[in-house]
Every structure is written in C-alpha cells, then in structure tokens.
C-alpha cells in the first residue's frame, strides 16, 4: 500500500511540472473569426517511452488488484485517467497511453480468472517497477 502511495504522489508531484510544457491560451480572441487552429505536431517527448510502460503496468494493475480484491483497485484506473489528463496533450498521444493501459490490462486478463499466489507476485513486481520508473521520470523530467 506504501509503494501504491508513493507511486500516486510521484504521478501527481510529476503532473504540474509535465503540464507547465502545454502552450498557453490567448489573451484575447482575435477580432475577425479566425480558421481553426492546427492541432500541435504530435511529436514525441524524450519519456514517452517510459510513460507508455507506466500506462502498461497501470493497466495490469488495475486488473491484478481488482481481481485480488485489494482495497486500492479502484485508484489505479483513476491514476490512469490522471496520467491522461496530464499527458494526453494531443489526441494521437492520448491513444498511445490509452492503448499502452488497454495492453496491460488486457494481457492479464486473458491469463488470471481468479487471484493466484502469481497475480500477486506479478501485481508486486509492477508496484515496485511502476514506482522506480516514476521516480526516475519525476527526477529526470519533473523538476
């Protein structure tokens, strides 16, 4: 549950940091009616590798904890939509992350029908992952 809390505090302490990068709306509207903006490039930022693994592992967290009965599956779908909130600047982006937590979850649904000794191994070994990975991605990238 402690690994759980810092993974959650690491996400939402890299949020504000990761968010201050999205480009800031106008002052004011223009006088004439403008032609839509272009959607921003959808380049790739130097951690979306990372954070396509941690939208996986939040992905079959949220299954393994779910099916294990743990007091903590109902946040990690929540975490997820945060981590899209925070990094889904662009709808390409938000498919990557989404499809990412889609694979994770989906992966381990197919294996477990019930909560075995190795869905909780399993679901130990991604908390422990998920939480070096935010730490690192909040070290290097988060301020």
Not at 37 to 50: E, G, H, M, N, T
Request: hydrophobic content about 40%; aromatic content about 6%; some cysteine.
């Amino acid at each position: 549950m402690r690994r759980a809390l810092v993974l959650l505090a690491c996400l939402l302490a890299a949020a504000p940091a990761l968010a201050q990068n999205r480009p800031k709306p106008a002052a004011k509207p223009p006088e004439k009616e403008a032609p839509a903006p272009a959607p921003p490039p959808d380049v790739p930022a130097p951690y979306d590798r990372d954070l396509l693994r941690l939208s996986e592992i939040i992905g079959s967290l949220s299954f393994l904890r779910e099916l294990c009965g743990n007091p903590d599956a109902s946040e990690w779908p929540a975490r997820m939509k945060a981590l899209l909130d925070a990094e889904g600047t662009s709808q390409g982006r938000r498919d990557r992350l989404a499809g990412a937590y889609n694979r994770g979850y989906g992966g381990y649904a197919v294996t477990y029908r019930v909560c075995t000794p190795s869905a909780v191994e399993a679901a130990s070994r991604f908390i422990a992952e998920g939480e070096r990975l935010s730490v690192a991605l909040a070290g290097r990238f988060g301020g």
